[in-house]
C-alpha cells in the first residue's frame, strides 16, 4: 500500500498549477521514469535522446525544465 503524498514534500504545484514531483518522492521511487522530470535525480538516465542532452544541459546552466 503506498502512503499518501504530502504536499511540499513529495510535491509541489508550480506557477503554472502543475503538480511537480520533488527530489525525495524520486528517490524514494527509486528510478528515472523517462519523463524528463525538473527535479529527477538520475540524470534521466531513461529519457530517450536528443531530449536527454538537453536537458542535462539546462540543469547543468542552471536553467528550467519540466
Known amino acids: 500500500m503506498r502512503k499518501p503524498l504530502v504536499e511540499n514534500i513529495d510535491f509541489y504545484y508550480n506557477e503554472q498549477g ?30 530517450p535522446e536528443p531530449k536527454r542532452s538537453a536537458l542535462l544541459k539546462q540543469r547543468n546552466q542552471g536553467g528550467e525544465n519540466r
Open 18 to 47: 502543475y503538480m511537480v514531483f520533488t527530489e525525495k518522492f524520486h528517490l524514494e521511487r527509486g528510478h528515472c521514469c523517462g519523463n524528463g522530470c525538473k527535479h529527477c535525480p538520475f540524470n534521466y538516465e531513461k529519457v
